[in-house]
């Protein structure tokens, strides 16, 4: 996106395990552009449930403003806590309407690979999610209606949402090497359009949009026929686009196939501002236990690099997390944790660096 040998990130430690995890893409961060010769400057803002209950907001005043001007990208550790909700009973220390709707970073980029070692499986597994993240059904965040009887969200599209990440997805294909059954540039529009008038505007608008990219095949699956294929056959995809909700189940089922949530890292950009994330929440239950995988905090991290410009930095750092796994280093637990620990993650990337 840029360069200019420095790069200032925010970091948001989060609840839960959210400042574990952080605390480990810091440190290798830090390692990793200092073997590089990359200055990165850390800042930190609060924000998450804990946030939400000293302040009755879930970010810090003037974050988004010094997010658009004072920093590169921002690094999010997990946040929210389950018991910490608003009168309505909706989560209270969550940040996706906040930052999403706030810095207009539309595109919601999740990619779901394979990792050596994690686990057997018929074929590799490498594809993005494109999920638009302003606007369909999650756009009614906060502003639903109900009472004891019945209750009613809404879901919106607009054609500049729908055509803008629509031409990210292709622009996102045009940069990859093709899905790995075949080798084939695609993008996979996914959605309900035999249903509803709203995915059928969705689906419209992508097939004006497929024919300025012809050297991109242009693909379809209704949301159940994508649930069902991205199990059965992992390897035709390379690159999906959905609406928000689709999206979000969507990740997660794909994080399933691939070691769990704890594998996955994600990215929020706009025109102008970006943040990074894992796909997972905030697992209080497993909090300062030296318990949770960071994996998919350090991928963020390589994937925010990527995108400032550090693209070589990016590589090292998720060549170490390749390595780590592939050489035996991380093992992962059925239930996602590696055997070694965070901590032990951490240094296995370290000396991998």
């Not at 403003?65 to 946040?79: H, I, Q, S």
């Not at 810095?103 to 999610?129: F, H, K, M, Q, S």
């Not at 056959?233 to 794909?254: C, K, Y």
């Not at 209080?284 to 991290?301: E, K, M, R, V, W």
Request: proline content about 5%; hydrophobic content about 40%; glycine content about 12%.
């Amino acid at each position: 996106m840029w360069w200019s040998g420095s790069v200032r990130i925010a970091c948001i430690d989060g609840d839960g395990i959210g400042p574990e995890l952080v605390d480990s893409a810091r440190e290798v961060l830090a390692a990793a552009a200092e073997a590089d010769g990359l200055t990165v400057e850390f800042g930190s803002e609060s924000a998450g449930a804990g946030t939400y209950l000293r302040t009755g907001e879930p970010l810090a005043a003037g974050a988004l403003e010094r997010f658009r001007t004072e920093y590169d990208a921002v690094l999010k550790g997990p946040v929210g806590l389950p018991d910490v909700r608003k009168p309505d009973g909706t989560e209270a220390g969550v940040l996706g309407g906040v930052l999403r709707n706030g810095l207009d970073t539309y595109a919601n980029v999740r990619p779901v690979r394979l990792l050596p070692g994690v686990r057997e499986a018929a074929g590799p597994i490498d594809y993005v999610i494109v999920r638009e993240n302003t606007e369909g059904l999650y756009l009614s965040r906060g502003s639903g209606v109900r009472n004891d009887r019945a209750a009613s969200d809404q879901l919106l599209m607009t054609r500049v949402g729908v055509e803008r990440i629509v031409r990210f997805a292709f622009e996102t294909a045009r940069a990859r090497t093709g899905a790995p059954a075949d080798g084939v540039r695609r993008v996979t529009c996914v959605d309900k359009s035999n249903v509803l008038r709203s995915f059928a505007f969705f689906r419209d608008i992508f097939h004006e949009v497929a024919a300025d990219y012809p050297d991109v095949e242009a693909d379809h699956r209704y949301t159940d026929a994508a649930a069902h294929d991205l199990v059965a056959n992992p390897g035709h995809f390379d690159v999906l686009v959905t609406e928000n909700f689709v999206g979000d189940m969507l990740s997660d089922l794909g994080a399933a196939t691939v070691g769990g949530l704890g594998t996955c890292p994600a990215g929020n950009i706009g025109e102008r501002t970006a943040y990074f994330e894992p796909v997972h929440g905030s697992a209080p239950s497993i909090a300062g236990q030296d318990l949770a995988n960071p994996t998919s905090q350090l991928l963020t991290a390589a994937m925010l690099l990527d995108h400032v410009g550090a693209t070589g930095t990016a590589r090292r750092i998720t060549g170490a997390v390749e390595a780590a796994y592939a050489e035996g280093a991380v093992r992962l637990n059925p239930h996602g944790t590696p055997t070694c620990g965070t901590k032990g993650v951490t240094a296995a990337v370290l000396s991998r660096l």
